[in-house]
T-cell receptor, first 112, second 113 residues
Framework: QKEVEQNSGPLSVPEGAIASLNCTYS??????FFWYRQYSGKSPELIMF????GDKEDGRFTAQLNKASQYVSLLIRDSQPSDSATYLC????????????FGKGTKLTVNP | DARVTQTPRDKVTEMGQEVTMRCQPI?????VFWYRQTMMQGLELLAY????????DSGMPKDRFSAEMPDATLATLKIQPSEPRDSAVYFC???????????FGPGTRLLVL
């Protein structure tokens, strides 16, 4: 059973702080890693994807991947109240497959 | 603005009734996924298609659920007969075999009484 684990939270940070969201996965053959944001009552929305070890930055978001440790994280700099949502980590199954396995998500609250 | 569309957005039905949910993937996408989301289980994959062919429906209760893709612009998910435990939000997502990114529709919120 391929698994993706996330801390369910809630994670609470003050406005302007850095929010750090973490995810571990069990399938060593996974090659593609995604972060989705889901507002309450809405559908998941893609924020970032990462394929290679290291960091990938997009605006206030940075995804970090460490395949040796089977660990992927998302950093949100200068957190805003509008970042308050549940963040879902997703990992492709069976290396190269387009099928994704999702974690249960971490709920983030950014306090003004 | 290309996006996945789903109908209906909300459905309330009684136990035993048939439920049909529809999805129109983004034009040009060749993979379609059906997910179910509940508070307890999170987002679960029910079935997925590549180039309209079903590739994996292992997450779907076979006795009551069925998924089809009659053409490239329409995917359907049927539940017959429906049960209260089927109450959830059902999402359709589409993507392409290049990259693997999936784009989600707005979902169908199903309540079975």
């Amino acid at each position: 059973q391929k698994e993706v684990e996330q801390n369910s939270g809630p994670l609470s940070v003050p406005e302007g702080a850095i929010a750090s969201l973490n995810c571990t996965y069990s399938d060593r053959g996974s090659q593609s890693f995604f972060w989705y944001r889901q507002y309450s009552g809405k559908s998941p929305e893609l924020i970032m994807f990462i394929y290679s070890n290291g960091d990938k930055e997009d605006g206030r978001f940075t995804a970090q991947l460490n395949k040796a440790s089977q660990y992927v994280s998302l950093l949100i700099r200068d957190s805003q109240p509008s970042d308050s949502a549940t963040y879902l980590c997703a990992v492709n199954a069976q290396g190269g497959s387009e099928k994704l396995v999702f974690g249960k998500g971490t709920k983030l609250t950014v306090n003004p | 603005d290309a996006r996945v569309t789903q109908t209906p957005r909300d459905k309330v039905t009684e136990m035993g009734q048939e439920v049909t949910m529809r999805c129109q993937p983004i034009l040009g996408h060749n993979t379609v996924f059906w997910y179910r989301q509940t508070m307890m289980q999170g987002l679960e994959l029910l079935a997925y298609f590549r180039n309209r062919a079903p590739l994996d429906d292992s997450g779907m209760p076979k006795d009551r659920f069925s998924a089809e893709m009659p053409d490239a612009t329409l995917a359907t998910l049927k539940i017959q007969p429906s049960e209260p435990r089927d109450s959830a939000v059902y999402f359709c997502a589409s993507g392409s075999t290049n990259g693997g990114t999936q784009y989600f529709g707005p979902g169908t919120r199903l309540l079975v009484l």
